[in-house]
C-alpha cells in the first residue's frame, strides 16, 4: 500500500492520523472526502461524459450517511437504497427522490408505500409478489410507479461465493424461465400503474475480471432483443449493478472504472445498432468501489499476547463490532502501525479485535515494527461495508465517522454513548 508520512505518523488527506485519533478518540473511521471525489470525477470522465444516456447510482449500502449522500448528490450521481432506513437517510440529505432507486428482495408493504410516496424514481422488482404490490398501492395512491426487473443472469464470477449473487441458486433476482420471468414482464407490460422500464442485474462484489459483467450484459440484451419480439415492447433502460474491485492488501489488482464500463457499452452499442434498436439508457451501481479505498479505521492496540514459537495477539479496542468482513468472509486487509508508519517491519503479529468470538481477528499475520500498547493501528480500505455492517455486539459502541478534506476533519457521525446502545431497552412491569 502506498502512504504518506510526516514525521513517523500516517497522513490521511493532510491529517495526521495520531492527532485525529488523539483528537476524536479511537475506534474512529476516517473518510478522505478527496478521495471519494477523486472516484467520482473518474466516472463522471471515463462514463457519464463518455457516453450518452448513462447514469452513476451510488449503492448507499457500503456507506449510507447524511454527509456521503451529499458528497454524491453534489456529483449529480443517482442513489440506490434498499430499506426503509437507507431511503430514510436519503430524504433527510434531500437527495432528490426522482434520483433514487430501490433494490431489495424483500421490500415490505411500508417501505414500498414509503418509496412510492417520496416518489423514488424506480423501484427493482425482485421477486414474483412485488408487481401486484406495487400495481395495488400505486392505484390506492393515483401514481404510475418506474419498474425494472432484477435478473439473476447465471453468469459464474471469480470472487468469495458469500458475495456473489447472479448465480441461479440465489436469493437475489428473478431467474430467467419461461415460466417465472415472463408472466412477471406480460404483467408489467399490461398494468397500468407500472412503467416496465427494463432490466438490473448485480453479477457480485469485489471483481476484478470484467467477463462476469459482460456475460450478463450479452443475457440482458438476449432479453431485451425477446420482449421486442414477443411483445413489441421496447426496453429504455439497463441497469449493469456495481461489483467493481477495490485495492485491501497489495494482492489486489483493482482495474479502472473503463475496464468495466467501456466493452459493455460497446456491446450495448453494438447492438442497438445491428438491430436498428433506441440506445437505452445505461445505469451501473458502484458502492465499494467510490468509498472503500478512501476510509480508514483507527484502533489503539491494548493487550499483546505472545506465544513463543506460535503467535503474537495484539488487541485493538474495536474489532469485528466496527468492521465484521473478516469474519464474515474472511475478507483480507492490511495496515500501518499510524504513529510509527515510517519504521520498518521487524516482527509479525495478528491484529485482533475484543469481541467474544475467535473469528474477530482482523489482521492475521502482518508484518509491523515492535508494537507496544498505546499504538494507533491504521486499516487501510475500511470505507464500505465497515460503518454500515457496524453492530453492538457484546454492547460495544458504534465509533465515530471523521471526514477529511485537505488537512480538515470534521465529525460526520458522532460515536455512540453507552445511554444511546440501551436506549431502546425496557424492564417490563412484571420483572420489576
Ligand atoms: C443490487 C446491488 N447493487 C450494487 C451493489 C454494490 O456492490 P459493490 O459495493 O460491490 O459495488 C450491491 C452490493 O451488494 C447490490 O446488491
Not at 520498518?344 to 481477528?361: L, M
Request: charged share 25%; glycine share 6%.
Amino acid at each position: 500500500m502506498e502512504f504518506e508520512t510526516k514525521n513517523g505518523h500516517l497522513i490521511w488527506d493532510g491529517c495526521d492520523t495520531v492527532a485525529l485519533a488523539e483528537k476524536f478518540g479511537t475506534p474512529l473511521y476516517v473518510f478522505s472526502q478527496t478521495m471519494i471525489e477523486e472516484k467520482c470525477q473518474e466516472l463522471q470522465r471515463d462514463f457519464v461524459e463518455k457516453y450518452d444516456k448513462v447514469r452513476v447510482a451510488f449503492a448507499s449500502k457500503a456507506f449510507s450517511t447524511l454527509a456521503m449522500l451529499k458528497i454524491i448528490q453534489q456529483q449529480g450521481f443517482s442513489l440506490d437504497v434498499v430499506s426503509d432506513g437507507e431511503l430514510y437517510t436519503a430524504i433527510k440529505a434531500d437527495f432528490p427522490a426522482e434520483q433514487i432507486e430501490m433494490n431489495g428482495n424483500n421490500k415490505s408493504i411500508e417501505e414500498l408505500e414509503m418509496a412510492i410516496d417520496y416518489g423514488v424514481g424506480r423501484i427493482i422488482v425482485d421477486s414474483l409478489q412485488e408487481v401486484d404490490l406495487i400495481a395495488a398501492i400505486a392505484k390506492e395512491k393515483q401514481k404510475v410507479v418506474n419498474i425494472l426487473f432484477r435478473i439473476t443472469p447465471e453468469v459464474n464470477v471469480t470472487t468469495h461465493s458469500f458475495i456473489s449473487t447472479g448465480q441461479k441458486d440465489s436469493k437475489f433476482g428473478i431467474p430467467i424461465d419461461e415460466e417465472i420471468l415472463f408472466p412477471q414482464i406480460k404483467k408489467a407490460i399490461d398494468t397500468p400503474e407500472v412503467n416496465f422500464l427494463g432490466f438490473h442485474f448485480h453479477v457480485g462484489s469485489q471483481l476484478f475480471d470484467n467477463q462476469a459483467h459482460l456475460a450478463a450484459v450479452g443475457i440482458a440484451l438476449d432479453l431485451v432483443k425477446m420482449v421486442k419480439e414477443r411483445y413489441n415492447y421496447v426496453i429504455e433502460e439497463l441497469n449493469f449493478g456495481g461489483g467493481f474491485g477495490v485495492r485491501y492488501t497489495d494482492a489486489d489488482q483493482p482495474k479502472p472504472f473503463s475496464y468495466f464500463t467501456d466493452p459493455m457499452m460497446k456491446v450495448v452499442l453494438a447492438f442497438c445498432e445491428k438491430e436498428s434498436y433506441p440506445q437505452p439508457a445505461v445505469v451501473i451501481e458502484p458502492g465499494r468501489s467510490i468509498v472503500a479505498e478512501a476510509g480508514i479505521s483507527l484502533h489503539t492496540i491494548g493487550a499483546i499476547k505472545e506465544l513463543p514459537g506460535l503467535r503474537k495477539y495484539v488487541s485493538i479496542d474495536g474489532g469485528m463490532t466496527d468492521n465484521i468482513r473478516p469474519g464474515l468472509y474472511q475478507a483480507e486487509y492490511t495496515g500501518v502501525l499510524a504513529n510509527q508508519a515510517d519504521q520498518p517491519a521487524t516482527e509479525t503479529v495478528t491484529v485482533s479485535g475484543k469481541a467474544c468470538e475467535s473469528t474477530d481477528i482482523l489482521v492475521k499475520d502482518i508484518q509491523l515494527p515492535k508494537v507496544e500498547a498505546g499504538d494507533i493501528f491504521a486499516t487501510f480500505s475500511t470505507g464500505a461495508y465497515g460503518y454500515s455492517m457496524a453492530n453492538n455486539y457484546n454492547k460495544l459502541a458504534i465509533p465515530a465517522v471523521v471526514l477529511t478534506k485537505a488537512g480538515k476533519a470534521e465529525v460526520i457521525v458522532k460515536r455512540q454513548s453507552l445511554d444511546q446502545i440501551i436506549q431502546n431497552e425496557v424492564i417490563p412491569d412484571f420483572l420489576q
